[in-house]
């Protein structure tokens, strides 16, 4: 008789008198897929922050495994959601930047899981353009979504929610939780918008930070000295490239009024980054934060206001110039960028606490981490997009005590393309030969020792280009002491780190006589990751 591992009870079939017990297969676990938005290891306690505590995401650190090298195949945000669904990389599941429509026909972790009985959700940001497939139920913000009464598209129905949006989408998780079907194991991907750009705390978090002073990153005033063009010319420095009312809030009630009251809000809606100068750079500012501004209800608009009025003051009095004018406008994204990360870690908790009363905090798979790092000031920037270092790595905690020790770390490298592997492995599903990434199951179960076998090098590749915030294109490795980067398509350059000796990245010794012998090594290796990986895009 054919059945489904999961339904069968875990109890003996029969205690009585001198009959066999039978064993029992074990029960497929729960899977819980936490992915925020552009959030960094360097605003996370657990991996040494100095900006921020995050008590709940430590707890699973803490009671699980933390990945001190995980990285991102492409560092921005619907080519990694595509990794993750298909455990191949951009190249092979045709998303290779943020204009790409994800064909939901091909084979994911989620259809996979199905098929083995597994009830599959998700809730919240998705962000790949076309409807999501292999799951039960799905309920996923349009596009980028909004902070504040977001919609949602819920089973292809369109609904506004009111409330703040992080708190919104636990509150639709817990919701399906509680009536799904519990005779049968879930897999659930709860994608949170927090903290994308421009980076709004909720009600109650607006004004957190805005007596804090945060320490400065020892490169926030990078010159580029010694790099190649992409680093000169990307268009991502919080000093040129960030906008004074959009992302640091720097707009009188006044002037949103009266924004407001002499433009149609039908106009407005579309707001977009213009290049654009001077006077009309202000009104397109003003737009792209008015259409923000109003979906807030009239006490949330009192509360921003409040917020925000002491660094408006500041900034009108007009006396900041040159590195003092960058130092104040890094303050004001800190604090922004940091207060998002209030109710997400709230929320964080609130799962946690949930399914430990449920008694499934010890049988589900817990995972935390982002689509990629980000910038918060190294070498200047915001953003993402570079193989640089705050970027290219990815925060990966795991919780799961059946077989993870509590308060393990790995060192091993590990890549967004293995998250999908290891989910199959965990559920016991066969992993299928086409998935680019592996299980990192031995990782887990090991105490986060990597197999002999292991992988000695990370890929990278990112492809979008010319477009926002000109990164150029580029593809590397990484390797435990090395990265090498070949920059293309409107140039021909290399940079090459020692990431021993220059963490930070700042010298390029591609160049350096003493690597004279090492180069032609690493791009020997770079040529057979990418005929491993099958990647002749260039």
Not at 342 to 363: A, F, I, R
Request: charged share 25%.
């Amino acid at each position: 008789m054919k059945y489904t591992l999961s339904l069968l009870p875990l109890a003996l079939l029969s205690a009585c008198g001198n009959q066999q017990q039978k064993p029992q297969p074990q029960q497929r676990p729960n899977i819980l897929f936490i992915m925020t938005d552009d959030h960094t290891t360097q605003a996370m306690s657990c991996y040494g922050s100095q900006l921020i505590e995050t008590p709940n995401l430590d707890r699973i650190a803490n009671e699980g495994i933390r990945f001190n090298n995980c990285y991102v195949t492409n560092a921005i945000c619907a080519p990694s959601r595509a990794v993750i669904l298909t455990g191949k990389f951009s190249h092979q599941n045709g998303v290779i930047n943020n204009a790409a429509e994800f064909d939901g026909s091909q084979q994911t972790y989620p259809k996979l899981l199905q098929k083995v009985g597994y009830q599959t959700s998700m809730i919240g940001k998705w962000h790949l353009g076309s409807a999501p497939t292999g799951f039960d139920f799905w309920s996923v913000l349009p596009g980028q979504g909004d902070y504040y009464q977001p919609q949602f598209i819920e089973m292809g129905d369109t609904i506004t929610e009111n409330g703040y949006v992080t708190d919104i989408i636990t509150k639709k998780a817990i919701n399906w939780l509680d009536n799904r079907d519990k005779s049968k194991p879930f897999a659930m991907v709860y994608q949170h918008k927090a903290p994308h750009r421009n980076w709004i705390p909720a009600p109650r978090h607006l004004g957190a930070f805005e007596d804090k002073v945060f320490p400065e990153p020892p490169t926030l005033f990078d010159d580029y000295e010694g790099r190649g063009s992409a680093a000169r010319e990307q268009e991502m420095e919080i000093a040129n490239h960030m906008w004074d009312a959009w992302d640091f809030k720097l707009a009188t009630k006044e002037e949103l009024e009266t924004f407001g009251a002499n433009n149609k809000l039908e106009s407005i809606k579309d707001a977009k980054h213009h290049d654009v100068a001077g006077a009309n750079k202000r009104s397109e500012d003003l737009k792209k934060l008015y259409r923000v501004y109003s979906r807030m209800t009239d006490d949330q608009r009192a509360k921003w206001h409040e917020a925000y009025a002491k660094r408006i003051a500041k900034f009108k009095e007009g006396k900041l110039k040159g590195k003092e004018l960058i130092s104040f406008k890094y303050q004001l994204y800190m604090r922004d960028y940091l207060a998002c990360l209030l109710s997400l870690d709230e929320n964080v908790g609130q799962m946690l606490d949930y399914l430990k009363k449920e008694n499934q905090l010890d049988n589900t798979i817990i995972v935390y981490t982002s689509d990629q790092g980000f910038f918060l000031g190294e070498h200047g920037w915001f953003d993402k997009r570079l193989m640089y270092e705050e970027c290219y790595r990815m925060p990966l905690l795991i919780r799961y005590p059946k077989a993870i020790k509590a308060g393990t770390t790995s060192n091993a490298l590990a890549m967004n393309v293995d998250f999908a592997p290891t989910f199959l492995d965990f559920a016991g599903v066969e992993v299928p030969k086409d998935m680019q990434g592996k299980s990192l199951r031995n990782i887990l179960e090991n105490e986060g020792k990597a197999p002999e076998n292991w992988r000695d090098a990370t890929y990278y590749h990112y492809y979008e280009y010319p477009s926002w915030h000109s990164v150029k294109r580029h593809y590397g490795l990484r390797t435990e002491k090395y990265k090498l980067i070949h920059f293309y398509n409107d140039v021909d350059e290399w940079e090459l780190y020692d990431m021993e000796k220059d963490p930070q990245e700042m010298q390029n010794v591609i160049d350096d006589p003493a690597y004279k012998e090492l180069v032609p090594e690493l791009k020997a290796r770079l040529k057979d990751l990418r005929l491993q990986y099958q990647d002749d895009t260039e």
